[in-house]
């Protein structure tokens, strides 16, 4: 049987699927699917350099917005407005493509980790992560993955490999 997005197995009553990878190098832009519906990738070419983000709504699965933010050579402001914007109860999903760190700063990760990120705080230059937190959540959420930007270990050269991800978002419950 195939499941939505893809995924390995079903999931249970009142969750979302959902699966995304990370960009890969700066070639192949990140992908993000929820219950599925690609909310973004390079085919929808609605994904760019920096943090690509979906919004989706916490109650309903629905999408309600997909934005990117060129955390290189960009301004992060616009992120840090963008992020205090999110309504309660909102589903966030973050993928980093290309370079997702570099223009970061400690407002803009504080946001973040208040979303449920852990790696936030670590996230540097070329590094690969993506991420599937909710705003008002009151725990960290399990949906993370990030690789380190390392020369030894890296797939392409300059970064490394993509970081994939898949699970089973609880429906907010009123």
Same mark, same amino acid.
């Given at each position: #049987?195939?499941y939505?997005?893809?995924?390995?197995?079903?999931c249970? =009553? !009142?969750? +979302?699927?959902?699966?995304?990878?990370?960009g890969a190098?700066? &070639?192949?832009? #990140?992908?993000i699917c929820?219950? /599925?519906?690609? *909310?973004?990738?390079?085919?929808?070419n609605?994904?760019?350099?920096?943090?690509?983000?979906? *919004?989706?709504?916490?109650?309903?699965?629905? #999408? *309600? /917005?997909?934005?990117?933010? /060129?955390?290189w050579?960009?301004?992060?402001?616009?992120?840090i407005? +963008?992020l205090?914007?999110?309504?309660d109860?909102?589903?966030?999903?973050m993928?980093?493509?290309? /370079?997702?760190?570099?223009k970061?700063?400690d407002?803009?990760?504080?946001?973040i980790?208040?979303l449920?990120?852990t790696?936030?705080?670590n996230?540097?230059?070329?590094d690969?992560w993506v991420?599937?937190g909710?705003k008002?959540?009151?725990? !960290?959420s399990?949906?993370?993955?990030h690789?380190?930007n390392?020369?030894?270990?890296?797939k392409y050269?300059?970064? #490394?490999?993509? &970081?994939?991800? =898949?699970?089973?978002?609880?429906?907010?419950q009123d």
């Amino acid at each position: #049987p195939r499941y939505k997005c893809g995924i390995s197995k079903a999931c249970p =009553e !009142k969750h +979302f699927a959902f699966k995304m990878a990370s960009g890969a190098a700066n &070639v192949v832009g #990140p992908k993000i699917c929820v219950e /599925d519906n690609v *909310l973004m990738s390079g085919v929808k070419n609605n994904v760019g350099r920096g943090i690509n983000v979906a *919004l989706v709504n916490g109650k309903t699965g629905e #999408p *309600l /917005d997909t934005k990117f933010f /060129d955390m290189w050579g960009g301004d992060v402001a616009p992120f840090i407005e +963008f992020l205090k914007s999110i309504q309660d109860g909102t589903i966030v999903l973050m993928g980093t493509y290309d /370079d997702g760190a570099t223009k970061l700063n400690d407002e803009a990760r504080k946001l973040i980790a208040d979303l449920g990120s852990t790696s936030i705080t670590n996230l540097g230059f070329r590094d690969n992560w993506v991420f599937c937190g909710g705003k008002g959540i009151k725990t !960290k959420s399990p949906f993370e993955q990030h690789i380190k930007n390392n020369k030894d270990t890296n797939k392409y050269e300059g970064w #490394p490999e993509v &970081v994939e991800m =898949e699970g089973c978002i609880p429906q907010k419950q009123d």
